[in-house]
């Protein structure tokens, strides 16, 4: 109920507890991004830190700018406090542009400046598509049972934000294990600290000290400096340049941007299961154009709404705690102040926030879905054990051959897809599974969800479209392609037809059981 004396106040006392977990998370974000551009790439301190960095932050400010606007617009409408959308640099993207964009150019070349050129291009054209994604976002979100949109996003905070992060403390138990239960203690439990002080914020500094006792962190103000954001055209055409003299590239960023809208729909549909309400195209538009105008700045990264907003509405943030990062990272990456935390943070230490986040969105969801559709929410899920599967296998034989392995077969020879096959890993369906996990998901728990409420022309719509995504190469396939048809598209399409016409000629009183299903003995 609207009151006319109510004023939405963007700081809160909880964003400083928000702040650091929103922090942690960007600046994981950063410094992966980073030291993988300046180690594998090659690319020179001047590229990293002087342009990537600092374009990156002027991204992100662009971004949580609107953001807080947003915000404000939606407290003013509702007549109650919101939490703004966390926002920051995509994960899962940011792997793409780095080892699907990236890397290859730098690998073909030798050439780390033409390997970021390439970078700021594709992230310019590829916003492009993300924003286009308002076009059909708002038709999506209505015609996509919820179940479907969070359990994609589910599987993805279980298998990347959560299991990854959590493998990392156990990597480092005397510093991760004294992170994770200030963690669990303050923000998973929500036990007051002494005297208030941010669970986030307190594990970091266990965490470093513990690290810095060990010798394991270091102290180093190698690479403090003044780099002030600034456009890079000529930069950006030579690399939009590139990519139109070899447009295979763009099999690579149109369905990876396609991933990036529907994620962002998805974040939306998980802030409103949290309550809070905000309009997914304008959403998706913001998104597109914070990576537009931080490629024009010298990031590659597109930029997105995060996973996680209930984890910050559970805190009671407002708006302050993205405020807050929106200052925190351009200060940091303006003055190199990157490079120092590199060196004194450890993952260890900031990776339990993220197992939070994790735990807070799977939660949310089980909260926030009828309890029928947990089956909906339970399929969507299983694509991304398959594409974590998948990664894994990969940087398996990678390390095989980094460390002097030779003949080694690759992922997908005939020999080492039977031989694993007959160690009971099916190569083939995990592969199939991997390939737009995030559309996989969305759709069979859009599916499911729709056959549990008796939905089957929705379910069926649903099955028709993965069919014509199959054919495409969109999901369950390596790129894409001219329509063909495949096994799995025919699949689909038998799917399709059984929902779309059995329902016309059964009779009613065959829909449903009579009776519940026996439960198993205790």
């Known amino acids: 109920m609207r009151d006319g004396s109510y004023t939405y106040k963007l700081f809160h006392r909880s964003d400083f507890s928000a702040f650091w977990a929103l922090f942690t998370d960007n600046l994981i974000n950063l410094m992966v991004l980073a030291g993988v551009c300046q180690f594998v790439f090659q690319m020179p301190a001047e590229?990293?830190?002087?342009?990537?960095?600092?374009?990156?932050?002027?991204?992100?400010?662009?971004?949580?700018?609107?953001?807080?606007?947003?915000?404000?617009?939606?407290?003013?409408?509702?007549?109650?406090?919101?939490?703004?959308?966390?926002?920051?640099?995509?994960?899962?993207v940011m792997f793409v542009y780095l080892f699907g964009v990236i890397g290859p150019i730098y690998w073909?070349?030798?050439?780390?400046?033409?390997?970021?050129?390439?970078?700021?291009g594709a992230g310019f054209m590829g916003g492009i598509v993300a924003a286009f994604g308002a076009v059909i976002g708002p038709w999506l979100k209505r015609v996509t049972p919820r179940a479907g949109m969070l359990g994609t996003l589910c599987g993805i905070a279980l298998v990347f934000i959560g299991t990854v992060p959590l493998a990392t403390v156990f990597e480092s138990p005397f510093v991760g294990f004294a992170s994770m239960i200030i963690i669990l203690w303050g923000l998973v439990g929500q036990f007051r600290l002494p005297f208030n002080i941010p669970a986030g914020l307190l594990a970091l500094v266990v965490g470093t000290v513990v690290a810095l006792g060990m010798g394991t962190s270091t102290i180093s103000v190698v690479g403090l400096g003044f780099y002030p954001p600034l456009p890079y055209i000529g930069d950006l055409f030579a690399g939009i340049e590139y990519l139109f003299a070899n447009p295979e590239l763009f099999l690579v960023l149109v369905p990876v941007q396609i991933y990036n809208f529907i994620e962002t729909m998805n974040n939306v549909e998980s802030a409103e299961a949290a309550g809070d309400h905000y309009p997914v195209a304008t959403c998706q538009i913001t998104d597109g154009l914070g990576t537009m105008i931080g490629a024009v700045f010298g990031s590659p990264f597109p930029t997105t709404a995060y996973i996680g907003h209930p984890a910050y509405k559970k805190m009671g943030a407002h708006s302050g705690y993205i405020i807050g990062v929106a200052t925190v990272i351009p200060v940091a990456a303006v003055f190199g102040l990157l490079a120092f935390l590199n060196g004194l943070i450890p993952v260890a230490a900031a990776a339990p926030v993220l197992v939070f986040v994790a735990l807070s969105l799977i939660t949310n969801t089980a909260h926030s879905v009828k309890p029928d559709h947990m089956a909906a929410v339970a399929i969507a899920m299983m694509p991304h054990v398959s594409a974590f599967?998948?990664?894994k296998w990969s940087s398996l034989l990678g390390a095989l051959g980094a460390v002097g392995a030779t003949g080694l077969p690759q992922l997908g020879d005939p020999a080492l897809t039977a031989a694993l096959l007959?160690?009971?890993a099916h190569f083939e369906g995990h592969l199939a599974l991997s390939q737009g996990a995030i559309l996989t998901g969305l759709i069979w728990g859009a599916i499911v969800a729709s056959v549990i409420d008796g939905n089957f022309r929705n379910a069926g719509g649903f099955a028709l479209a993965a069919a014509v995504m199959a054919s495409l190469g969109v999901i369950h396939g390596a790129s894409l392609h001219w329509p063909t048809l495949t096994a799995v598209s025919g699949g689909y399409l038998i799917?399709?037809?059984?929902?779309?016409?059995?329902?016309?000629?059964?009779?009613?009183?065959?829909?449903a059981l009579s009776s519940p299903p026996p439960q198993p003995a205790e």
């Open 495 to 511: 799917a399709a037809a059984f929902l779309l016409i059995y329902p016309i000629f059964h009779k009613a009183d065959e829909g």
């Open 47 to 92: 590229i990293v830190y002087g342009r990537i960095v600092p374009g990156a932050a002027v991204a992100i400010l662009a971004g949580i700018i609107a953001y807080v606007g947003l915000a404000k617009r939606a407290a003013a409408q509702h007549g109650r406090d919101v939490t703004a959308m966390p926002y920051g640099i995509s994960t899962p």
């Open 108 to 120: 073909a070349t030798n050439d780390p400046l033409l390997a970021w050129q390439v970078g700021i």
């Open 422 to 424: 007959q160690q009971g």
């Open 389 to 391: 599967l998948m990664v």
